[in-house]
């Protein structure tokens, strides 16, 4: 029995030893240097996204997730693409066109100007980051289990951060800083200047990065957030190629959980079969390739309805 014990005992050791080292591999491997990408590379990509919804058109226009199209919307006014604008106009006017979505406010993170009208039954459902985006496009706190969403203003609401930030919500501080930017973007009063809250969570998102090497939704969308506010330059080389090496043959994401390096059999094994694309991932991976080609002293402007 005290030889069954110690063979056990040293067999969980060795275990132990080696996930610390694979996950330490696999952070050196994700945050390494590497070639910065080319024009010509990103070019190539955001043409495949664009042909992603050209072929996808019909099923996207009737998807009902305004802040994917507000990030549609912003890839077009960079890009000047007047086919991407055309869309998100005819999927607004097919969203909002039925009796019961006519005024909803979150049309407000596209065009932030429009009239709304409040509903506060429908807030009841609502997870705090959404209440928080809800507050941002109506400019009205809205009630939390503890306090309500001003909160979000004040306060890093991901924090500690090991455990609420990478194990509970991957995507805590990214919501909380475009939420911030939904803010800003509809014109509501900032109560506190939030100058030191959205430095903490670029710095947090940045961290994550680092430590969170598996590509999937939350990793685009950390890139993208980075790069939105305007810090490209907190954007590794090799974030980049992660991600554009997860851009599928049909030009879109799938936002599965995947980890580039691996022999491609292994990935499919654990994932079984293979994931489609979709919008929600490609939404961001088409932002991601127009932020990066757009980088450079471009404006982005409210549009108009």
């Not at 009205?140 to 991901?158: A, H, I, K, Q, S």
């Not at 969570?201 to 598996?214: A, G, H, T």
Request: proline share 6%.
């Amino acid at each position: 029995m005290k030889a069954n014990a110690k063979w056990l005992a040293r067999v969980l050791l060795a275990l132990i030893f080696l996930a610390i080292a694979l996950t330490g591999l696999g952070i050196w491997t994700g945050s390494r240097d590497a070639a910065p990408l080319n024009r010509a590379e990103m070019e190539q990509s955001y043409a495949r996204s664009l042909a992603w919804f050209h072929a996808n058109e019909s099923t996207v226009r009737s998807d009902g997730n305004a802040a994917l199209w507000w990030m549609v919307q912003a890839a077009a006014e960079r890009m000047g693409d007047t086919y991407l604008l055309g869309l998100v106009r005819e999927a607004s006017a097919t969203i909002y066109a039925a009796p019961r979505s006519a005024g909803l406010p979150w049309q407000r993170m596209v065009y932030p100007k429009v009239d709304v009208l409040m509903n506060l039954v429908a807030i009841e459902p609502l997870s705090p980051y959404q209440r928080f985006y809800y507050h941002g496009v109506t400019c009205l706190p809205v009630p939390l289990d503890d306090g309500d969403t001003t909160r979000f203003l004040e306060e890093n609401m991901c924090r500690p951060k090991p455990i609420k930030a990478l194990l509970r919500d991957p995507v805590c501080s990214t919501h909380q800083l475009i939420g911030i930017q939904l803010f800003k973007r509809v014109g509501c009063p900032v109560i506190r200047d939030t100058t030191d809250l959205e430095a903490e969570l670029r710095s947090d998102i940045e961290s994550q990065l680092r430590v969170d090497f598996v590509v999937k939704d939350a990793y685009l969308q950390r890139v993208l957030v980075l790069l939105w506010s305007g810090h490209a330059d907190r954007v590794k080389p090799i974030w980049m190629r992660r991600i554009m090496s997860q851009q599928q043959a049909d030009g879109g994401w799938t936002g599965e959980r995947d980890i580039p390096e691996l022999p491609s059999w292994i990935n499919n094994i654990r994932q079984k079969e293979a994931q489609p694309t979709g919008f929600h991932a490609t939404a961001q991976g088409l932002l991601i390739a127009a932020l990066w080609l757009t980088q450079d002293g471009h404006v982005d402007t409210a549009a108009k309805p």
